[in-house]
């Protein structure tokens, strides 16, 4: 019963989620409450924060058997790539306009549209998958030991990550046209595939 409680929150929060960065959701604070529009992103990013809070911590609070955990040698694995994961967080950062990203600029040039003016800019990272974040956020999901309210949250951010990248991409679409549909044909999704990737003249080419 906990399990399906934390699935169903898991599921409340990706429909709040969606919806309030959804370009309908933006538009609309926009018009009913223009002097609100700078401070969208930020409300919206505190808002993911604090709901994504509690359904974390039940995740962890929740008592339930270990379904597996990582034995021996396999943990010290598990663990560095966990740190890589963490590492390439850390680095694709700076390819980010982290200002935009996290609503500030918005805020400081008083921006009113409903969406940011962020360019098509890939990282090094970008060459081998489209959403390297998510890539990285996988890794970190699963690489932990798992009893079953680790993995119902386990499932249900792996289901998100998929479904949020593909309403994400209509975005980006919207945004960057054929650039980023000739993109979208070059680079995997999530997952690196050796025979899907750009070289680094490539990726310059499209922008990065």
Not at 172 to 199: Q, T
């Amino acid at each position: 019963m906990n399990a399906l409680w934390l699935a169903l929150a898991w599921l409340g929060y990706a429909a709040l989620h969606s919806t309030l960065a959804s370009f309908g959701a933006k538009e609309w604070a926009a018009r009913r409450w223009p002097a609100f529009a700078p401070w969208y992103r930020l409300a919206f990013n505190a808002v993911a924060f604090v709901t994504v809070l509690p359904i974390l911590w039940a995740s962890y609070a929740i008592e339930a058997p270990m379904l597996w955990q990582w034995p021996g040698p396999w943990r010290w694995l598990s663990n560095g790539l966990a740190l890589a994961a963490l590492a390439g967080f850390a680095a694709t950062a700076r390819w980010y306009d982290m200002g935009t990203f996290l609503g500030l600029r918005q805020i400081r040039e008083r921006e009113r549209r409903p969406d940011g003016r962020e360019g098509f800019r890939l990282s090094p990272f970008h060459r081998f998958v489209r959403h390297p974040w998510y890539s990285f956020g996988l890794v970190l999901v699963w690489t932990g030991d798992k009893n079953l309210p680790l993995l119902v949250s386990a499932l249900a951010i792996s289901i998100y990550f998929v479904v949020g990248s593909r309403l994400e991409e209509k975005k980006l679409l919207a945004l960057h046209g054929d650039a980023y549909r000739r993109y979208m044909e070059r680079v995997p999704g999530l997952i690196p595939l050796p025979w899907k990737r750009l070289s680094a003249a490539e990726a310059r080419a499209f922008g990065g």
